[in-house]
């Protein structure tokens, strides 16, 4: 239990202060807990230089978690420690006896005992970045370069040294270790080759077992703290079905359109679509040149009673055939629209796991969803309505900057399940507002006023709702608030907040360089 007087680098120290009696489930808290806290509230400082962590590996055995992969030492916590293969590592707790014995020549040699009482690890350093983001050290090597080639004779002032520093928000999610066996290598010939280091070992096989059980286990700790945002955005997408005059919204579509065009902002049309719900089927730009491409097969199509609904699935493959926009490919069932960015974070409601065939709260799946996203997910709950049967989470919030959310209002209708909603983002240290018109006119719309969070932001020039009822100065002034410095104008848009979505959901706003904007 960590005391709350605590400052921060003795909780790091009590946590790093494993032992010889603790099992799996509390060592894997413990990589959780210090990953969080290395990756928010610390850098490694040499001279005048700092650096953050952006990938760590953690390692550690005792009797009930034999990692047996895990280098031997003696060490107390928070000690550097160059290990065997010339990496750098900062080290838990951390004993061992260590032996003269004579081997099967009858040699004495002086090697570690495996034994009951000994516990040892620590965490490799494989990625550091500088603060101003110009220098990156990638992989061991280079990072243990920071420790090398000191003053022998008196004090180096320069040494690398762990310090307390404020990263702001920052997620990271869990891949398995890298290099741990080599194609070449079998489990028997790797842990004999690392039973080198101590003295004969009696229960080989069952060390042979436990190495098969931790190889794959995700105790790499990857930091993310860029992803593209609407703000970054410079262009935007329509399906040509918006303007058809019997499939589309012709109208709000002229509208759209000459806003767009006075704003100064690009549009597009793209090509080979089947509706006009454009967010929902195109690809989610993670980064600058990183769009990530899902397989766009929605129940409320695919389970519809509706024939037509299944020939509504668009293939982006096709959409995307001379865009000059490169994609990498997932497999798993996701819509476009139950993705929104916030900060380090993608925001996603819990019917992705239905979608997938997956219980809820199945750690492995969202462990898969974070490893193919390459950014942490926060999943918060949802529940089918009659008013909405597609659990989009961009019908509930949008991200407002630093570690802000504006959320919907949808707690007029629900209130326990905004309260849930809430109450998780605000576990991940955002600060939620919530629209609310309940009780501040007399007869709220609740069949469109849900759609006002459902707005098209492209860099600072935002597009909002409006539907000529009483909540639309209400909306305006709640999202002048959380965007203070962007350009807000409305749009009428009833006609198709009715269907279902809004201005988000029939667009697709990404930044593309300038040669490829005008191409």
């Known amino acids: 239990m960590l005391s709350h007087n605590m400052n921060i680098i003795d909780k790091l120290r009590q946590l790093m202060s494993l032992d010889t009696g603790m ?110 983001g110009c220098e990156v050290l990638n992989g061991p090597w280079a990072c243990a370069e920071l420790f090398r080639c000191y003053d022998a004779t008196g004090v180096d002032h320069g040494f690398p040294v762990l310090v307390e520093h404020d990263n702001g928000m920052v997620g990271y999610i869990r891949e398995p270790r890298i290099n741990l066996l080599t194609s070449k290598q079998t489990v028997e010939g790797k842990v004999d080759y690392i039973l080198e280091e101590f003295h004969e070992v009696s229960e080989r096989k069952y060390l042979y077992r436990d190495f098969s059980r931790f190889v794959d286990r995700r105790y790499r700790y990857v930091r993310c703290d860029t992803l593209m945002h609407d703000k970054d955005t410079n262009i935007v997408f329509f399906s040509p079905w918006l303007k058809d005059k019997k499939e589309g919204h012709p109208e709000s579509y002229k509208r759209l359109n000459d806003l767009l065009n006075e704003l100064g902002i690009e549009s597009k049309e793209l090509k080979s679509t089947n509706d006009y719900w454009a967010r929902d089927y195109m690809p989610i730009q993670l980064g600058d040149n990183d769009f990530l491409k899902y397989r766009y097969y929605p129940d409320y199509l695919v389970k519809s009673k509706n024939m037509n609904d299944i020939e509504a699935i668009t293939d982006v493959s096709k959409v995307l055939r001379g865009m000059s926009v490169s994609c990498r490919s997932t497999n798993l069932i996701i819509d476009g629209g139950n993705m929104v960015p916030c900060g380090p974070y993608i925001v996603m409601t819990d019917k992705v796991y239905s979608e997938n065939r997956k219980k809820k709260d199945d750690a492995d799946f969202k462990a898969l969803l974070e490893s193919e996203l390459g950014h942490p997910v926060i999943i918060i709950p949802w529940t089918s309505h009659e008013d909405d049967v597609y659990g989009h989470s961009d019908g509930f919030i949008k991200w407002c900057g630093d570690n802000r959310i504006l959320m919907g209002n949808h707690g007029d209708c629900y209130p326990d399940e905004a309260d849930s909603i809430r109450r998780i983002l605000e576990s991940y240290g955002f600060e939620v507002t919530e629209m609310r018109f309940n009780g501040k006119v007399d007869k709220p719309c609740y069949d469109l006023n849900w759609a006002y969070i459902n707005f098209l932001q492209v860099g600072k020039n935002i597009i909002m709702p409006k539907f000529n009822i009483e909540e639309d100065s209400i909306a305006q002034q709640y999202i002048h608030e959380a965007f203070q410095d962007c350009n807000i104008r409305q749009i009428e848009m009833a006609e198709i907040a009715r269907e279902g979505g809004a201005l988000h959901c029939i667009s697709w706003n990404v930044y593309l360089p300038k040669q490829h904007v005008k191409a």
């Open 23 to 132: 099992n799996t489930a509390e060592i894997e808290l413990r990589f959780e807990q210090i990953a969080k806290m290395l990756f928010s509230c610390f850098a490694i400082q040499k001279g005048n230089i700092i650096y953050f962590f952006k990938e760590i590996e953690f390692y550690f055995y005792n009797k009930n978690n034999r990692d047996i992969i895990t280098h031997p030492r003696i060490s107390k916590p928070l000690c550097w420690y160059v290990n065997d293969f010339g990496g750098n590592d900062l080290n838990f707790s951390s004993i061992i006896k260590r032996e003269s014995r004579p081997n099967s020549k009858g040699k004495i040699v002086e090697k570690y005992v495996l034994d009951d009482s000994a516990y040892f690890g620590g965490i490799l350093i494989r990625q550091l970045i500088s603060e101003d």
